[in-house]
């Protein structure tokens, strides 16, 4: 007692210290799991985890599925890597991460629809995969019960105000794109709310992968999101890879690097030459189109396919270089490089197409952040992450290259941030080209028992796959988690604000996957 304390007063209890919330991970029981380690709560640990969460921001969810029994979650530490949380689910119910991780919703959503389990203290109980047109309920359930009740109605957040109405649009739109639904609340021209339903292209992937081997597998993994073939397959091979402890041969893996930046070239100048052409300005998108037509032909030369579908699997890769392959790609980055200061001049310098993308669809840095947002759409709303960085793999952890970083958060800065990339892939492609070397192509996997995770950089962000094998080599539980699960509820909310016009605008610089979220 100090000399200032009054005689007989006893000092205050010390307030216990919340733990971090890794370390609440930690203290569970940790299981064999490559290269990333998960740990198995017990259900009063993951409750402390989701207090542990709320009081620790920097934990942040990178993805949440389910099996029969169990949970999973995926987390990232910055600068460090991956933690994976696990918990036993107890009549159907587990503690809710969603109430301190917004982007564990649809999650949730979705866990319960494929799995029946019950997110307790949830924040949206709403269906999101079922849309009531199935057989039966919870179908990777253990005992599916069937469904006898007619489809309900769908339910939207209601918004209120005077002479606020809605418009509907999709499921079917007017052009050769996946089927959507979006459900618009407007006051005048001005949005106030955006709502998208999807789950229309629910293919059953999860089911139909198991009990068959990661080879046969990765043909499913490869058509989760047909724009990112080259790194789903490239995170599910990884997957199987880890759980084996196999190492693959290191011509595959620059193969691998090289298709996966030649898909992350397409893509971009498929996106800045379509943002251009929604806002009526169409010479830039015809000039992406013809650069993106000789990346898709190059590919097709070296690879056998113009997407290069099918080529990463589990070992390695499926074929080599094709005979001038290497030709064909340099000829293709060199129109694209000769092409490209011009174009963005171009961009820069058209007023009328500034007043379109600069300040529409601004997606504030705090809630890129609370949601772990990936990819372009985080990078141009201050969150740097990724993936072939830190936690980062081969070949791309002993390559110099650059994040590009905004902050502005419109349509604009999502821009920039992919004109920087093409540069940057341009580089990353010529450099992978000199690096290779004869060698094998893949190796022959031992039908043995284990578990890994995949992790690696899409052209939208990272994909994240988990896999377990039974001890004949069979997988036993998956999962694969495209960027844009949390990137759809960060477009709804960009929109906000916004007139409808500019819709088009705001949802092509996202440009996230339909088919990659509805599983």
């Not at 918990?87 to 982007?103: F, I, N, T």
């Not at 001038?324 to 200061?341: D, F, K, N, S």
Request: hydrophobic fraction near 45%; charge should be neutral.
């Amino acid at each position: 007692m100090s000399a200032s304390e009054p005689t007989g007063a006893q000092p205050a209890p010390a307030r216990p210290r919340a733990a971090g919330a890794a370390a609440t991970i930690r203290a569970g029981r940790q299981q064999a799991c490559r290269p990333y380690p998960r740990f198995l709560l017990e259900a009063g640990q993951w409750r402390g985890l989701v207090v542990a969460l709320r009081d620790d921001p920097t934990l942040e969810l990178l993805g949440l599925w389910a099996e029969a029994g169990l949970v999973h979650a995926a987390f990232h530490q910055p600068n460090e890597g991956l933690l994976l949380a696990s918990v036993a689910v107890a009549e159907r119910h587990y503690p809710a991460l969603s109430p301190v991780r917004p982007g564990a919703i649809r999650f949730e959503r979705m866990v319960h629809d494929l799995w029946g389990h019950v997110a307790e203290g949830g924040t949206d109980a709403r269906p999101w995969l079922d849309h009531g047109r199935w057989a039966a309920s919870a179908p990777m359930s253990a005992r599916p019960p069937a469904v006898t009740t007619p489809p309900p109605q769908p339910e939207f957040l209601g918004a209120e105000g005077e002479g606020v109405h809605q418009i509907q649009v999709g499921p079917v739109h007017a052009g050769v794109i996946e089927p959507a639904h979006f459900r618009f609340h407007v006051q005048g021209e001005t949005v106030v709310r955006l709502e998208a339903r999807l789950g229309y292209l629910h293919k059953g992937t999860l089911a139909l992968m198991l009990g068959k081997s990661p080879r046969l597998a990765a043909r499913f993994a490869a058509r989760l999101s047909g724009d990112s073939t080259v790194a789903h397959s490239w995170a599910f091979a990884t997957a199987a890879e880890q759980a084996l402890g196999v190492v693959v041969p290191p011509r595959a893996v620059l193969l691998r690097a090289i298709a996966a930046e030649l898909e992350r070239l397409h893509n971009h100048l498929n996106d800045w030459g379509a943002v251009c052409g929604d806002a009526s300005f169409v010479w830039p998108q015809a000039r992406c189109g013809v650069l993106r037509e000789g990346v898709l032909r190059a590919a097709a030369l070296a690879f056998g396919h113009r997407l290069m579908m099918d080529l990463v699997v589990p070992g390695g890769v499926a074929r080599d270089l094709a005979p001038g392959g290497t030709a064909a790609i340099r000829a293709a980055l060199a129109a694209v490089a000769q092409e490209l200061p011009g174009l963005q001049r171009v961009y820069e310098s058209h007023a009328s197409l500034q007043d379109r993308v600069v300040t529409t669809g601004t997606l504030a840095p705090a809630l890129a952040a609370a949601f772990a947002a990936g990819g372009f759409v985080g990078r141009a709303s201050g969150r740097g992450f990724d993936c072939r960085k830190l936690p980062g793999y081969a070949p791309y952890n002993t390559m110099a290259f650059t994040v590009p970083v905004q902050v502005a958060g419109d349509v604009d800065a999502r821009l920039q941030v992919r004109m920087a990339e093409l540069h940057q892939s341009l580089a990353l492609v010529e450099s992978l080209l000199a690096r290779l070397a004869p060698g094998p192509l893949k190796l022959d996997l031992p039908q043995a028992g284990g578990e890994g995770v995949g992790l690696v950089e899409s052209f939208r962000g990272e994909a994240l796959h988990w896999m377990q094998l039974d001890d004949g080599g069979l997988i036993r539980a998956v999962f694969l988690r495209d960027p844009s699960w949390l990137q759809w509820p960060l477009l709804e909310a960009a929109i906000e604000g916004n007139i409808v016009a500019d819709f088009p605008l705001c949802n092509k610089s996202f440009n996230c996957s339909y088919s990659g979220v509805d599983l």
